[in-house]
C-alpha cells in the first residue's frame, strides 16, 4: 500500500489528538518523526529511472464530478514533502514547551497542508490542503505573535485571502477551459489533455495563476505582507510558512501552470523577468535598510524568490532543475535563520540591532550556527544554496543565447548583483548580533542554546548533504522536470 496516505494524514490526526488532550509537545514531535521517517522510506522506493508520478492512491468523493481524494508523488512531489518533514520536526522542536495544546495543533495544521498540497494530484485538494493551513497562520500571528501582532495578522490573511481567491478563478477558468467532456480534477489527466485548452484563453489563464501563485510566493509588488508576518509570527510559525507553506505557489507554477500552459508561460517571460527583478533588487536594497533582525529575515526570504522565479522563467532543464532545488534549500535555510531568530529573541527580549551586540561571547555556539546558515542562505560553496543559484544562473544565461532578446542576460547579470546585496545586509546582521562589544551587563549571563542546537544542526547537516551531493536531489527531479512541456532544449 501507498505511504501517501499516511504522510498525509499523521499530522492532521495528531493536530486533532492534541486538540482533544493529548501531550502536545510529545504527540507533535512523534507525529513529526514517523512523517520524515515515512517520507524517507517514500524516496527510497521512489523509482527515479521509470519516473512519473507513483505511490498513486485514490477515494472517490464524488464521481459524477470526478472528485476524488488522490494522492502520488513524483520526484518534485518527494523533495517538497522531505522539505515539509524536515523544517516540521525542527520548528516542532524549537517551539517553547510551554506553549498550549492549541499553539502544537496550529503548527501540525500548517504542516498538515503543506503534506497534502504536495501529495495532492487532485485539483481541488491541492487547493483545499493550502487553505487549511491559512486559519492556524492567522491564529499563530494574532495570538502569539510580537510587535503588532493584531494588525498584522489581519493584514497577511488579507493578502493572502486575495491570492487565494484569484488562485481559485484562474483554477476554476482552467477547469472550465476544457471541453465537457473532458472537464476533471485529476492533475495527471488534464497534462496529458493539455493541448485541448481554448487557445484564446490560455494566456488569460496563465496571467490570472502567475497573479494568484504570486501573491501566495510574494512576488513583487504583491510581497509586503510577508516581511511584517514573518518579523510577528513564533518563530516555529516562520519556519513554516516562510520555509514551507510559500513554496507552495513554486510548486503550482510548476506542477500546474507551466505543464498546462506553456506556451502562455513562454508568451509572459518578460513580465515576469521585470518583476523578479523587483524582488531581487529592490527588496534587496530594502533589506539592507532594515535594523531588525526578524524584519531582515523576513525581506530577505522575499527576496531570494526572485532567484528560484528567475529559474522558472529560464524555461529549460538546467535552470528549472536549480529552481527546484533552491526551493528545497531555501526552505532548509531560512527556517535554520528563523529558529536561530527566535532564540535569541526569546533570551534578550529583543532583535534590535541597537540593542544586541557581542552575543558571541556568552553565546558562541548560537553564534557559530547563525553564522552556518547565513553563509548558506548568501549562497556559499558547500551548501545546497550555492548548488542551486549556480544552476538557476548557467540555466538563465543558457536561455539568453537561445532566445533572441537581452532580456535574460540583463535579469541575470542583476541577479549575480543580488549576491552581493544577500553578503552585505547578512554579514552587517551578523556583525550587529554577535560581534563588538557587549552593549548590555545582563547578556554576559544568557545561557547559550543548549540541546536545541540539534533541530537546526539538521536543517543544516540536510544543506550541506544537498550542497556535496546535489545529484542526489537533482537524480530526483530529473524526470519530472524534463516533462514539463515548456521547456526548451
Known amino acids: 500500500m501507498s505511504l501517501l496516505p499516511f504522510i498525509v494524514l499523521i499530522p492532521i490526526a495528531a493536530a486533532a489528538a492534541v486538540l482533544l488532550g493529548a501531550p502536545p509537545r510529545a504527540t507533535s514531535l512523534a507525529a513529526g518523526a514517523l512523517n520524515l521517517l515515512l517520507t524517507l522510506l517514500a524516496i527510497l522506493g521512489y523509482n527515479s529511472t521509470a519516473g512519473g508520478y507513483q505511490e498513486k492512491w485514490s477515494v472517490p468523493i464524488l464521481p459524477e464530478w470526478h472528485l476524488q481524494f488522490l494522492v502520488g508523488a513524483d520526484g518534485l512531489s518527494l523533495v517538497m514533502l522531505l522539505l515539509t518533514a524536515i523544517v516540521t520536526?525542527?520548528?516542532?522542536?524549537?517551539?517553547?514547551?510551554?506553549?498550549?495544546?492549541?499553539?502544537?495543533?496550529?503548527?501540525?495544521?500548517?504542516?498538515?497542508?503543506?503534506?497534502?498540497?504536495?501529495?495532492?494530484?487532485?485539483?481541488?485538494?491541492?487547493?483545499?490542503?493550502h487553505e487549511l493551513a491559512l486559519i492556524p497562520t492567522f491564529l499563530l500571528i494574532g495570538i502569539w505573535g510580537s510587535g503588532d501582532r493584531h494588525t498584522v495578522a489581519w493584514k497577511v490573511t488579507i493578502y493572502l485571502a486575495v491570492g487565494s481567491f484569484v488562485l481559485l478563478?484562474?483554477?476554476?477558468?482552467?477547469?472550465?477551459?476544457?471541453?465537457?467532456?473532458?472537464?476533471?480534477?485529476?492533475?495527471?489527466?488534464?497534462?496529458?489533455?493539455?493541448?485541448?485548452?481554448?487557445?484564446?484563453?490560455?494566456?488569460a489563464i496563465y496571467l490570472t495563476l502567475l497573479v494568484g501563485f504570486g501573491?501566495?510566493?510574494?512576488?513583487?509588488?504583491?510581497?509586503?505582507?510577508?516581511?511584517?508576518?514573518?518579523?510577528?509570527?513564533?518563530?516555529?510559525?516562520?519556519?513554516?510558512?516562510?520555509?514551507?507553506?510559500?513554496?507552495?505557489?513554486?510548486?503550482?507554477?510548476?506542477?500546474?501552470?507551466?505543464?498546462?500552459?506553456?506556451?502562455?508561460?513562454?508568451?509572459?517571460?518578460?513580465?515576469?523577468?521585470?518583476?523578479?527583478?523587483?524582488?531581487?533588487?529592490?527588496?534587496?536594497?530594502?533589506?539592507?535598510?532594515?535594523?531588525?533582525?526578524?524584519?531582515?529575515?523576513?525581506?530577505?526570504?522575499?527576496?531570494?524568490m526572485g532567484y528560484v522565479f528567475l529559474g522558472i522563467a529560464s524555461l529549460n532543464l538546467i535552470g528549472t532543475s536549480g529552481a527546484a532545488l533552491l526551493m528545497f534549500a531555501h526552505g532548509l535555510s531560512i527556517a535554520a535563520l528563523f529558529a536561530v531568530s527566535?532564540?535569541?529573541?526569546?533570551?534578550?527580549?529583543?532583535?534590535?540591532?541597537?540593542?544586541?551586540?557581542?552575543?558571541?561571547?556568552?553565546?558562541?555556539?548560537?553564534?557559530?550556527?547563525?553564522?552556518?546558515?547565513?553563509?548558506?542562505?548568501?549562497?556559499?560553496?558547500?551548501?545546497?544554496?550555492?548548488?542551486?543559484?549556480?544552476?538557476v544562473f548557467f540555466g538563465a544565461f543558457k536561455q539568453g543565447a537561445v532566445v533572441p532578446c537581452a532580456g535574460f542576460h540583463i535579469a541575470t547579470t542583476l541577479a549575480l548583483w543580488g549576491v552581493v546585496i544577500s553578503a552585505v545586509y547578512m554579514l552587517r546582521g551578523y556583525r550587529a548580533v554577535f560581534m563588538g562589544p557587549v552593549k548590555n551587563e545582563a547578556w554576559n549571563a544568557l545561557p547559550d542554546i543548549g540541546a536545541l542546537r540539534w533541530p537546526i544542526v539538521l536543517l543544516l547537516a540536510t544543506l550541506l548533504l544537498a550542497g556535496i551531493f546535489p545529484s542526489l536531489f537533482l537524480h530526483l527531479l530529473k524526470p519530472a522536470i524534463s516533462g514539463l512541456p515548456a521547456l526548451v532544449p
Open 215 to 304: 501573491i501566495l510566493i510574494s512576488l513583487f509588488p504583491f510581497h509586503t505582507w510577508a516581511p511584517s508576518a514573518y518579523a510577528s509570527a513564533p518563530a516555529p510559525a516562520a519556519m513554516l510558512h516562510a520555509g514551507v507553506l510559500k513554496k507552495f505557489g513554486l510548486y503550482g507554477l510548476l506542477r500546474i501552470a507551466l505543464p498546462l500552459l506553456p506556451d502562455a508561460a513562454r508568451h509572459f517571460t518578460t513580465l515576469l523577468l521585470v518583476l523578479l527583478i523587483g524582488n531581487i533588487i529592490y527588496v534587496g536594497l530594502a533589506t539592507i535598510w532594515q535594523r531588525r533582525l526578524d524584519t531582515m529575515l523576513g525581506y530577505s526570504s522575499v527576496m531570494h
Open 342 to 391: 527566535g532564540q535569541i529573541r526569546q533570551r534578550t527580549g529583543t532583535l534590535d540591532f541597537e540593542e544586541l551586540g557581542g552575543l558571541a561571547k556568552p553565546m558562541p555556539v548560537l553564534g557559530l550556527i547563525f553564522g552556518l546558515a547565513a553563509f548558506a542562505s548568501i549562497g556559499l560553496p558547500g551548501f545546497a544554496n550555492f548548488a542551486s543559484e549556480i544552476l
Open 169 to 203: 478563478l484562474g483554477l476554476l477558468a482552467l477547469y472550465l477551459s476544457f471541453p465537457v467532456d473532458q472537464r476533471t480534477f485529476d492533475i495527471t489527466v488534464l497534462q496529458q489533455h493539455a493541448q485541448l485548452i481554448a487557445p484564446g484563453s490560455r494566456n
Open 89 to 129: 520536526v525542527a520548528a516542532l522542536w524549537v517551539a517553547d514547551p510551554k506553549q498550549s495544546n492549541t499553539f502544537y495543533a496550529c503548527l501540525l495544521f500548517i504542516a498538515a497542508g503543506a503534506t497534502g498540497a504536495f501529495a495532492s494530484l487532485d485539483l481541488f485538494f491541492l487547493y483545499a490542503f
